[in-house]
Nanobody, 129 residues
Framework: QVQLVESGGGSVQPGDSLRLSCAAS????????VGWFRQAPGQEREAISC????????YYADSVKGRFTISRDNAKNVVFLDMAGLKPEDTAVYFC??????????????????????WGQGTQVTVSS
């Protein structure tokens, strides 16, 4: 069965860190560009990061640049999102996405909507004091 499963969400205080995982089954994640999106209640879905499928180049939205880090562990078929310095405005459901090419995910970071190959079900991150 082909699927993406996110994990690692939770409730934390401002300034804390979390690591989100995006695990793939049924396909090899290393062959795909992977992105992280988030959606807060009442807001549009926002692309926040992606990692390329050719050179593992990493890209970030301004809202998370310098605080979040995306990486891969190809042996485990997993992509991570390390989040540091969390803020209340980071509260959202976080989704990972896999797509056969990188440019559409870069377009997503630019605010364009695209039909991606695979989506996960999301994991909730709540940042509150």
């Amino acid at each position: 069965q082909v699927q993406l499963v996110e994990s690692g969400g939770g409730s934390v205080q401002p300034g804390d860190s979390l690591r989100l995982s995006c695990a793939a089954s049924g396909f090899t994640l290393a062959n795909y560009a992977v992105g992280w999106f988030r959606q807060a209640p009442g807001q549009e879905r926002e692309a926040i990061s992606c990692i390329a499928n050719d050179d593992d180049g990493t890209y970030y939205a301004d809202s998370v640049k310098g605080r979040f880090t995306i990486s891969r562990d190809n042996a485990k078929n997993v992509v991570f999102l390390d989040m540091a310095g969390l803020k209340p405005e980071d509260t959202a459901v976080y989704f990972c996405v896999a797509h056969r090419d990188t440019p559409p995910l870069l377009a997503g970071l630019g605010g364009l909507k695209y039909e991606y190959d695979y989506w996960g079900q999301g994991t909730q991150v709540t940042v509150s004091s």
